[in-house]
Every structure is written in structure tokens, then in C-alpha cells.
């Protein structure tokens, strides 16, 4: 007969058991939970949408080549921050934090290349990656769309810069519809144009660039000085200018060709406009580059195939949750930098233009949009941004007096309204030393002081030219001061007067 089991025996042989099992579990093979065997890091000034179609179809693309999971960590800032931030890692480090910076133009690339912070991608040893650049074209409109020489940067869209405006709007206020950046500059637009921060902004920086090289740099600054009478404020992110024009908060906006594409898209082309100035613009490249000593090579250079690959060019092009091989949820609308996917995928792009088609483009020099990038920040920080009340003061005044100065006043005025503190020439040498910081402070600071001066001055001789041009009284004009003997004379004369007359009358009265 057995003997009955005790209960304080049946607790402890449960514990045993249970744990045997976990001990055995901790020893078997990770199940599918298990960690990602890859790794990516991006720097990018990209957004949400961008990111999370990237970040989906790489994943799948990548699952199924190479059979592993790969875990992507984005970091998002705007283009020039980071630049800055790029450039301040390498300064203290050696080693890689992110493996690739992806987006903000072309202008940043050559940058961070000028200063040894890219990694060359070379095809030659890559048959399939040579296969992927033999679909895109080295130049587009005298501007190389990928580092074809040293291969560290490549487009994997085509941007284009204007102006978007809310037609609605327009119409109740009685504004034009713009066709050039210089539209920008009328009076009546006080306090409804929109622009983002150039200083973090990269679209926005590009648009002002665009102005300096279509124009020349004084009556490029001119223009812009001008418009920034108008600009309402300068948010740091230039997607938010767009969305302001879509709802009625502004009427016109510097924008990006697809954030205004995206919102003609929401709210129709009846309602929004969007205009890339003839011949007084640019499409070019927006870019990705390998980081130096990039943590995660590899990876890195798997995403760069996928991105510029027919599978990632049509993420660009396809409107979302339509078709298989188009983005699931964000509609990105951009251009893509293979000619042949127009035609491929004719029927089926949301992108209005083939900028294939496109010839009445400026002649951009990417080299010295390049080497002047964050110097043209700062100074336009300093004259626009950081004194933008006092520009406002000075703008006001001057244009709420404009018919009383007159023509030429008010041309003499302006002209000291819209002055620059430094050349073109003077701005090139000084962004050799750039990298200085007390310099570069000290120049900030300058810049800041004339600004403020400068429109001080402008307040004042409003002031004093209407002072002048008051109409005159009708009293009569005074007389020259006589001297103090006329006095005198006055005095004896009227006695001679008297003295006359008092005879006269005594001979009478004989």
C-alpha cells in the first residue's frame, strides 16, 4: 500500500520541476523574439512619412536577401543642424556615430565631402550597384545628380523650390498670384508671407540661394531684405509653412516642391498654387552619403542600392495603399532620379512633372552654394531673423510713407534699407575661415549691430524727409535782426515828427 503524499512534498517537487524546466528553456536557441542581426543609423532632416516607408521596405527588402532581421535608428533634425552636428562629432571622435546622412540637397554633401567627413561607395566593385547608377543619368541640367568622380554622395530624388499661395485667399485680399521670387516684395503681402528658418531649415536655405544666384548677391539681398518686411515669423520646420498656407494663416509660402504638392493633393488645386519660378530656380538632388568610419558598412551600403533601385525610386512616385509596390501609408510624392520610371509608371504617379522635361532652369554653381552654406545662414540669422522687429519698424515706416517721400526719397531710402555688410567676394574668403568659432561670433555680432543700425537709420530719415517736405506757414518770413542803433534813429525821428507838428500847430493859432 503506497503511502500518502505530503502536501508540503507535492509544493517542493512542483518548484523543482518548474525549475528544471526554465534552466532547460534558458539553454535552448532564442526563439523568434530574438534581437536583429543588423544595424543601421541614419542621420536625416527627412520626414515622418519618408521615414516610416523607408524604414518598412528596406526591412522587407533586406529580410528577404539576406535572411536576417535589421534594426534602423533614425535621428531627425533639420539639414543644417545636422551638418553641425556631424561636423561636431568628427571634431572630437573618430570612430562613426551614424552610418549615413540622408536628405537636405546637394549643397551639405559637398560640404561635409570638403572637409573629409564622407565615405566613397565606388560601383566597381559591385556589379549590381554599377547596374542600379547605369539607370541614372550623371547630370541633370549642367548639375550632377551623384558624385560620379569620387563617388561619396548620391540623389535619390529631384527637388524643385517656388512658391506656394492659397488662391482663396488671394482673391479676398485683393494679392496677385506670384510668378517670381521678387513678387515677394510688395508691400500689400505684409504679414502673409510664410518662410521656415534657413539656420535649420535645408529647402528653405536652398530657396534663398536660389534668389542670391539668380539675382546676384546685392540685388539678391536686396529681394530677400524685402521679403523679410513681409514674412510673418520663421518656424524652424519648413514643412510647417505649407500647412499654414493650406489653412488661411498665410497666403503665400517659400516651399518645396512636394510638402506643396502634398497639400494641393489634400485640399485640391482650386484652392492651392504652387509656382517654380521660369529661369529663376533650380531641380536638384536630394542626397545620401555614407558617414566616415560608418559603424555598420554593410548595411549601410545595402540601403543605399535599395533607395536609388527601381523598388525604392517608386516609393517616391506611387500614392499610398494603392499598389503593391508603392507606399503603404504616407504619400511621399518626389521625383524620381531615373528618367524611365516616368513612362513606366505613367497611369499610376501622383508627381505632376517629369523635371526631365524641364529646360528654363537657373545655372546653379553647387560649389559655391556649397562653400558659403552656413556663412549665408548666419548672415541672414543676423540682417533678417534675429532683428526682425526692427526690420518690420524700418519696413513699415518706410512703405506706410511712401507716397509722401516721393520717388526719389523713397528709392534713396530703401537702398540704405536693403544694404549688406560684406561683398560676395568678402563672403567666399571669409567662409575659408568659417570654422573659427570666435570669428565667427565676432562676425555674427557685427552683423547684428549694423543690422539694427541700419534700420534705426531708415526709421530716422523717414522722419526727417517728412520733416523737411512740411508745407510752410503763412506768416511772413523774418527779417534780418538790425543792428541796435536803428533804435536810436527810430527814436529821433519820431521826435523830429513830434517836434514839427507841435509847431505847426502854434503858427496856426497866430
Known amino acids: 500500500m503506497m503511502q500518502a503524499v505530503k502536501p508540503g512534498t507535492r509544493v517542493l517537487a512542483a518548484f523543482i520541476a518548474a525549475a528544471i524546466l526554465f534552466s532547460t528553456l534558458a539553454l535552448l536557441p532564442a526563439p523568434a523574439r530574438a534581437q536583429p542581426q543588423a544595424k543601421l543609423v541614419i542621420i536625416t532632416p527627412h520626414w515622418e512619412g519618408i521615414r516610416k516607408e523607408y524604414d518598412a521596405a528596406f526591412k522587407a527588402w533586406y529580410k528577404q536577401r539576406h535572411g536576417v532581421d535589421v534594426e534602423i535608428v533614425w535621428e531627425s533634425m533639420g539639414t543644417s543642424d545636422c551638418v553641425r552636428a556631424i561636423e561636431d562629432w568628427y571634431s572630437k571622435h573618430e570612430e562613426g556615430r551614424w552610418d549615413i546622412m540622408w536628405g537636405g540637397g546637394v549643397d551639405p554633401f559637398l560640404k561635409l565631402k570638403s572637409e573629409g567627413l564622407l565615405e566613397a561607395f565606388p560601383p566597381s566593385g559591385d556589379a549590381e550597384f554599377a547596374k542600379i547608377l547605369s539607370q541614372i543619368p550623371k547630370e541633370f541640367n549642367g548639375i550632377p545628380v551623384y558624385d560620379y568622380k569620387d563617388y561619396m554622395w548620391f540623389g535619390t530624388a529631384l527637388s524643385g523650390f517656388g512658391i506656394i499661395y ?78 499654414a498656407v493650406a489653412s488661411g494663416q498665410l497666403a503665400y509660402g517659400l516651399a518645396i516642391d512636394f510638402y506643396a504638392w502634398a497639400q494641393i493633393a489634400k485640399v485640391g488645386s482650386e484652392n492651392i498654387g504652387y509656382v517654380m519660378p521660369e529661369g529663376l530656380t533650380v531641380i536638384n538632388p536630394d542626397s545620401i552619403a555614407i558617414l566616415k568610419n560608418a559603424p555598420h558598412r554593410d548595411v549601410a551600403r545595402e540601403f543605399v542600392k535599395f533607395v536609388l533601385s527601381k523598388e525604392g525610386q517608386k516609393l517616391w512616385m506611387l500614392p499610398a495603399g494603392k499598389y503593391p509596390d508603392g507606399p503603404k501609408q504616407y504619400t511621399l510624392g518626389r521625383m524620381s532620379i531615373i528618367p524611365s520610371l516616368y513612362k513606366e509608371l505613367a497611369g499610376r504617379s501622383i508627381v505632376p512633372v517629369n523635371p526631365f522635361e524641364i529646360k528654363s532652369v537657373l545655372n546653379y554653381d553647387a560649389a559655391k552654394g556649397s562653400k558659403r552654406w552656413s556663412l549665408v545662414n548666419d548672415l541672414f540669422g543676423a540682417l533678417i531673423v534675429d532683428t526682425h522687429d526692427d526690420l518690420v519698424a524700418a519696413w513699415r515706416k518706410l512703405n506706410e510713407n511712401k507716397d509722401k517721400l516721393g520717388p526719389q526719397k523713397y528709392q534713396e531710402i530703401l537702398a540704405e534699407f536693403t544694404k549688406v555688410p560684406i561683398t560676395e567676394k568678402e563672403a567666399l574668403q571669409y567662409a575659408d575661415k568659417w570654422g573659427d568659432q570666435a570669428f565667427r561670433n565676432q562676425k555674427i555680432s557685427e552683423w547684428r549691430n549694423f543690422a539694427v543700425q541700419k534700420y534705426r537709420k531708415v526709421i530716422s530719415m523717414v522722419d526727417q524727409a517728412l520733416s523737411q517736405a512740411q508745407p510752410s506757414q503763412p506768416s511772413q518770413p523774418a527779417q534780418p535782426a538790425q543792428p541796435s542803433y536803428g533804435l536810436y534813429i527810430g527814436a529821433i525821428i519820431v521826435i523830429i515828427i513830434v517836434a514839427a507838428a507841435a509847431w505847426y500847430l502854434a503858427k496856426r493859432k497866430k
Open 166 to 243: 492659397n488662391k482663396p485667399l488671394l482673391k479676398k485680399l485683393g494679392l496677385p498670384e506670384p510668378k517670381t521670387w521678387e513678387d515677394l516684395t510688395d508691400y500689400r503681402m505684409q504679414g502673409w508671407v510664410g518662410s521656415a528658418d534657413p539656420r535649420h531649415s535645408g529647402s528653405t536655405h536652398m530657396a534663398y540661394e536660389i534668389i542670391l544666384q539668380a539675382y546676384g548677391w546685392d540685388k539678391g539681398w536686396a529681394i530677400i531684405t524685402e521679403m523679410g518686411g513681409n514674412i510673418r515669423d520663421f518656424p524652424e520646420h519648413s514643412s510647417a509653412v505649407p500647412k
